[in-house]
C-alpha cells in the first residue's frame, strides 16, 4: 500500500477507537525504536529524554503513534548526516499539579521559514519530490483530537522543534510523583 492511501485510510478512521490512560514516554519509547529500525543506516543521533513521574495521558494509542511517527520521520527526513534528532517529555506544571506533558521533537540542520510555518499543517503541503504532504496534517487532527496543542519553532542555531502539548488523564499533585528510580 502506498503512503498516501495509508493516510487516507487513517485519517478515515480517526473517530475509531478508544481512549485509555498510558505512559506517554513508554509509547515515545515504542515510536523511537521502529524508526532506528527504518532509519538504521542513517548517520543520525537519536537521544532521548524522559522527565520522572510523568502523568499519564488519555491515548488513542495507534492514532498517537502514527502522530509521533509522522514527526519523527521528518525530523529524521530533515536532518543532514552527523547531525542528531532528540525526543523528550516532561511534565507541565499549573501551580502544584501536573496538568499535561510537553513533549518535543527537535532536529539539527533543518529551518521552516516563518511563512511556511502554519501551510506546513495544511493538507498536500509539501517540499518533497515523494511527500503526499499529509503527514504534519494528520499529526494536527490527531493532537487535536486528544484535546492538545501542537507548535513549531525554527532557527539556524536551535534547528527545528515541534512541541506537543497532551492533558493529563488525570491532574495529579507534582509532590505526588513515584520516588522510584
Ligand atoms: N523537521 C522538519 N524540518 C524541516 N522541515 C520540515 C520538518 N517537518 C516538516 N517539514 C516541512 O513540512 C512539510 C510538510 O510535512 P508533512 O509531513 O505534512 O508532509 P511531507 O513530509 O512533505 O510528506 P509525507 O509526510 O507524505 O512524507 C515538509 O514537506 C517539509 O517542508
Ligand atoms: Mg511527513
Given at each position: 500500500m502506498d503512503r498516501l492511501t495509508?493516510?487516507?485510510?487513517?485519517?478515515?478512521?480517526?473517530?475509531r477507537g478508544t481512549f485509555e490512560p498510558?505512559?506517554?514516554?513508554?509509547?515515545?519509547?515504542?515510536?523511537?525504536?521502529?524508526?532506528?529500525?527504518?532509519f538504521g543506516q542513517r548517520k543520525v543521533e537519536i537521544r532521548e529524554r524522559y522527565g520522572e513521574g510523568l502523568p499519564l495521558v488519555a491515548v488513542k494509542p495507534d492514532k498517537l503513534i502514527q502522530a509521533f511517527l509522522n514527526l519523527l520521520r521528518n525530523a529524521l527526513e530533515a536532518t543532514p548526516q552527523g547531525g542528531r534528532m532528540e525526543i523528550s517529555a516532561v511534565a507541565r506544571?499549573?501551580?502544584?499539579?501536573m496538568t499535561g506533558v510537553s513533549i518535543r521533537v527537535t532536529n539539527t540542520?533543518?529551518?521552516i521559514?516563518?511563512?511556511?510555518?502554519?501551510k506546513i499543517f495544511e493538507p498536500f503541503?509539501?517540499?518533497k519530490q515523494e511527500g503526499t504532504g499529509l503527514g504534519l496534517f494528520?499529526?494536527?487532527q490527531i493532537i487535536q483530537a486528544h484535546h492538545g496543542d501542537i507548535?513549531?519553532?525554527?532557527?539556524?542555531?536551535?534547528?527545528?522543534?515541534?512541541?506537543?502539548?497532551?492533558p493529563a488523564a488525570e491532574p495529579s499533585h507534582a509532590g505526588a510523583t513515584s520516588d522510584v528510580g
Open positions: 495509508e493516510d487516507l485510510l487513517g485519517l478515515a478512521r480517526i473517530d498510558r505512559s506517554i514516554d513508554e509509547l515515545l519509547q515504542e515510536v523511537v525504536s521502529l524508526v532506528r529500525y527504518d506544571r499549573t501551580d502544584d499539579r540542520g533543518s529551518i521559514p516563518e511563512e511556511l510555518r502554519e503541503f509539501t517540499t494528520f499529526v494536527q507548535a513549531v519553532e525554527s532557527d539556524p542555531s536551535q534547528g527545528t522543534t515541534f512541541e506537543i502539548i497532551l
